[in-house]
């Protein structure tokens, strides 16, 4: 891993107490019964919804959030609510191994596309049910996994709690406050690892709440959280005492530990020769596309379908592994003109906030230099829209990490427009962590099982079919990750997944579907989904204040709580 220089020895002192620390904790983790573990998970969701505030205060202010602004609904939604909603998930999981039985005889399996099998992972219960009516998950298996075998499997490394496979190094991402808390609950639980976190500086104001939200495994001996630099983040993966490394962050960060820097790394990547041997999981950005398939729309679906593909892209300032940054259209679509109108229109009336991640303002610069067909929609919002863009253009090989988006456009109508979209994001856009797709009700019907098959052939972790691929990430059974089959060569999206709370083994990818239009057009229009204008869209009014009840509800379940979260997210 590249850095500007050496390791403080402070820093390296602190890294190497914590690491001792963590060796004797491998022995216990060893001999701690599922039962206990389980009951860890409990005072880790405890802690969480206690300080489920202060979690959201940390983060606003390391973001320049006002306490005021509906935006701080996304620190209520991709904070706290999804270590809630995980560690939930999870010790469910390990109740059923205790009892014997295997954490999917309680799911629905069916049968997907190309003899693989389909895990329902949402709705999972009641709850899921109404709070997200309308929206539904699965967990496709790999191609030839059956029944048995899924069931046999599911458990992973809680199948033999008392191998343990050492101390595992994850080093957090800067921009979602949940990826690294959610990564050490997966270290933990899925792979016997014990683990030291290091934070990403920019998360260094979180510190304080995930120590207190981890105090019962740090005491145990099984969480370290440190904190530092590139030199400190390079000494932790490459010393002697780590033997897994997971991270969140870019390709170009990935291939910096592996190989290192200058071109002395290129040569050992192009050799297969890494630096770093140890294994290393990943999950990593890309250029995540958004196929938009034509179709005759209502002046009401374009305005919501314009600010879903802004929510995509604008999402935390646009700081998103998962951020869309590129939408596909057909040349042929009539209401392609109007569609751009309107999606110009809410992404330069969307909220204005701080850009509180390092280099955006570079990022944004290099996307104009490097586009004809680039314009700034808004110089206060700061937001880049390109269109024009080649099969070439760097905005396909580039996550420029910060809110630019772009428009491709591709001949034909219908199916065949749609396996045309297929390729261009499997062949052009960078990446495989998630693609989007967005299709009017009768034109899915209309598509039939060519859109299913065409589907099949779209190689993303994450696909999301008139939602966000971000539902994948709050949904705590489903799988996050990259398409599987990538190399430290060839990284794209990283390697391994997280999330995937029922621990289920040869996973593939997570399918996500949701409602074309929110409550209560949906349900005048002949869809069947309550679910209003989803509060994570950055043109939702009441984002806060339906974020925190959501948060509430998850941390303590209670009948009561269900119409104060309604009525928030109808008024937005």
């Given at each position: 891993m590249a850095g500007s220089g050496k390791i403080s020895e402070p820093d390296k002192a602190h890294i190497d107490a914590a690491l001792r620390e963590l060796g004797d904790g491998v022995k216990l983790w060893s001999a701690t019964p599922l039962v206990r573990r389980r009951e860890l998970l409990g005072q880790v969701h405890q802690l969480a919804g206690k300080h489920a505030q202060e979690w959201v205060d940390a983060a606003s202010t390391l973001k320049g959030l006002k306490p005021d602004s509906p935006l701080v609904g996304e620190e209520w939604i991709s904070g706290p609510y999804p270590v809630l909603a995980w560690t939930t998930a999870a010790a469910e999981t390990l109740a059923a191994l205790e009892a014997g039985k295997s954490p999917l005889d309680t799911a629905k399996v069916v049968d997907g596309p190309g003899g693989r099998l389909a895990v329902n992972v949402l709705p999972f219960g009641v709850f899921d049910a109404l709070l997200l009516n309308g929206f539904s998950a699965q967990v496709w298996l790999e191609p030839g996994v059956d029944r048995a075998t899924a069931a046999r499997t599911a458990g992973l490394a809680q199948l033999a709690p008392t191998k343990t496979n050492g101390i595992g190094a994850v080093l957090g991402a800067g921009n979602i406050t949940s990826i690294a808390p959610l990564d050490v609950l997966y270290e933990i639980y899925a792979h016997n690892r014990v683990v030291i976190l290091?934070?990403?500086?920019?998360?260094?104001?979180?510190?304080?709440?995930?120590?207190?939200?981890?105090?019962?495994?740090?005491?145990?001996?099984?969480?370290?959280?440190?904190?530092?630099?590139?030199?400190?983040?390079?000494?932790?993966?490459?010393?002697?005492?780590?033997?897994?490394?997971?991270?969140?962050?870019?390709?170009?960060?990935?291939?910096?530990?592996?190989?290192?820097?200058?071109?002395?790394?290129?040569?050992?990547?192009?050799?297969?020769?890494?630096?770093?041997?140890?294994?290393?999981?990943?999950?990593?950005?890309?250029?995540?596309?958004?196929?938009?398939?034509?179709?005759?729309?209502?002046?009401?679906?374009?305005?919501?379908?314009?600010?879903?593909?802004?929510?995509?892209?604008?999402?935390?300032?646009?700081?998103?592994?998962?951020?869309?940054?590129?939408?596909?259209?057909?040349?042929?679509?009539?209401?392609?003109?109007?569609?751009?109108?309107?999606?110009?229109?809410?992404?330069?009336?969307?909220?204005?906030?701080?850009?509180?991640?390092?280099?955006?303002?570079?990022?944004?610069?290099?996307?104009?230099?490097?586009?004809?067909?680039?314009?700034?929609?808004?110089?206060?919002?700061?937001?880049?829209?390109?269109?024009?863009?080649?099969?070439?253009?760097?905005?396909?090989?580039?996550?420029?990490?910060?809110?630019?988006?772009?428009?491709?456009?591709?001949?034909?109508?219908?199916e065949a427009f749609f396996r045309s979209a297929v390729d261009f994001a499997n062949t052009k856009c960078a990446g495989t962590l998630g693609a989007n797709i967005i299709a009017h009700p009768a034109t899915l019907k209309e598509l039939g099982s060519g859109f299913d098959s065409a589907l099949e052939e779209l190689r993303y972790g994450t696909i999301a079919v008139n939602a966000w691929t971000g539902v994948g990430y709050l949904t705590a059974r489903a799988t996050w990750g990259a398409f599987p089959g990538h190399t430290l060569e060839d990284v794209q999206s990283g390697i391994g997944v997280v999330h995937n709370a029922m621990l289920l083994d040869r996973t593939e990818r997570t399918v996500v579907h949701g409602p074309f239009r929110p409550a209560p057009r949906s349900l005048i229009k002949g869809e069947l989904a309550l679910s209003p204008r989803p509060p994570w869209f950055v043109t939702s009014p009441t984002a806060a204040t339906t974020g925190r009840r959501l948060t509430e509800f998850t941390a303590n379940q209670s009948w009561i709580k269900i119409p104060g979260i309604f009525a928030s997210a109808l008024r937005g």
């Amino acid at each position: 891993m590249a850095g500007s220089g050496k390791i403080s020895e402070p820093d390296k002192a602190h890294i190497d107490a914590a690491l001792r620390e963590l060796g004797d904790g491998v022995k216990l983790w060893s001999a701690t019964p599922l039962v206990r573990r389980r009951e860890l998970l409990g005072q880790v969701h405890q802690l969480a919804g206690k300080h489920a505030q202060e979690w959201v205060d940390a983060a606003s202010t390391l973001k320049g959030l006002k306490p005021d602004s509906p935006l701080v609904g996304e620190e209520w939604i991709s904070g706290p609510y999804p270590v809630l909603a995980w560690t939930t998930a999870a010790a469910e999981t390990l109740a059923a191994l205790e009892a014997g039985k295997s954490p999917l005889d309680t799911a629905k399996v069916v049968d997907g596309p190309g003899g693989r099998l389909a895990v329902n992972v949402l709705p999972f219960g009641v709850f899921d049910a109404l709070l997200l009516n309308g929206f539904s998950a699965q967990v496709w298996l790999e191609p030839g996994v059956d029944r048995a075998t899924a069931a046999r499997t599911a458990g992973l490394a809680q199948l033999a709690p008392t191998k343990t496979n050492g101390i595992g190094a994850v080093l957090g991402a800067g921009n979602i406050t949940s990826i690294a808390p959610l990564d050490v609950l997966y270290e933990i639980y899925a792979h016997n690892r014990v683990v030291i976190l290091k934070l990403n500086p920019i998360m260094d104001g979180m510190f304080p709440v995930f120590s207190k939200v981890f105090r019962p495994l740090i005491d145990m001996g099984i969480v370290r959280i440190v904190q530092g630099g590139a030199e400190a983040g390079s000494y932790l993966v490459n010393h002697d005492d780590v033997a897994h490394v997971h991270i969140t962050g870019s390709a170009l960060t990935h291939d910096a530990i592996v190989f290192g820097a200058g071109d002395d790394a290129a040569k050992r990547k192009a050799a297969s020769d890494p630096l770093l041997t140890k294994p290393i999981t990943s999950e990593l950005g890309g250029v995540s596309p958004v196929i938009v398939i034509p179709g005759k729309w209502s002046g009401s679906d374009l305005r919501f379908q314009a600010e879903h593909i802004a929510t995509q892209r604008l999402h935390n300032g646009g700081y998103n592994c998962i951020a869309a940054q590129v939408v596909v259209l057909s040349e042929n679509w009539a209401q392609k003109d109007e569609f751009l109108q309107v999606l110009r229109e809410v992404l330069h009336g969307a909220p204005a906030r701080q850009p509180y991640y390092p280099g955006s303002g570079d990022r944004l610069q290099a996307a104009l230099d490097a586009h004809p067909g680039a314009e700034r929609i808004s110089s206060e919002n700061d937001r880049v829209f390109i269109t024009g863009i080649e099969p070439d253009s760097p905005v396909l090989g580039t996550e420029y990490f910060s809110p630019v988006l772009a428009v491709a456009t591709l001949p034909g109508e219908g199916e065949a427009f749609f396996r045309s979209a297929v390729d261009f994001a499997n062949t052009k856009c960078a990446g495989t962590l998630g693609a989007n797709i967005i299709a009017h009700p009768a034109t899915l019907k209309e598509l039939g099982s060519g859109f299913d098959s065409a589907l099949e052939e779209l190689r993303y972790g994450t696909i999301a079919v008139n939602a966000w691929t971000g539902v994948g990430y709050l949904t705590a059974r489903a799988t996050w990750g990259a398409f599987p089959g990538h190399t430290l060569e060839d990284v794209q999206s990283g390697i391994g997944v997280v999330h995937n709370a029922m621990l289920l083994d040869r996973t593939e990818r997570t399918v996500v579907h949701g409602p074309f239009r929110p409550a209560p057009r949906s349900l005048i229009k002949g869809e069947l989904a309550l679910s209003p204008r989803p509060p994570w869209f950055v043109t939702s009014p009441t984002a806060a204040t339906t974020g925190r009840r959501l948060t509430e509800f998850t941390a303590n379940q209670s009948w009561i709580k269900i119409p104060g979260i309604f009525a928030s997210a109808l008024r937005g």
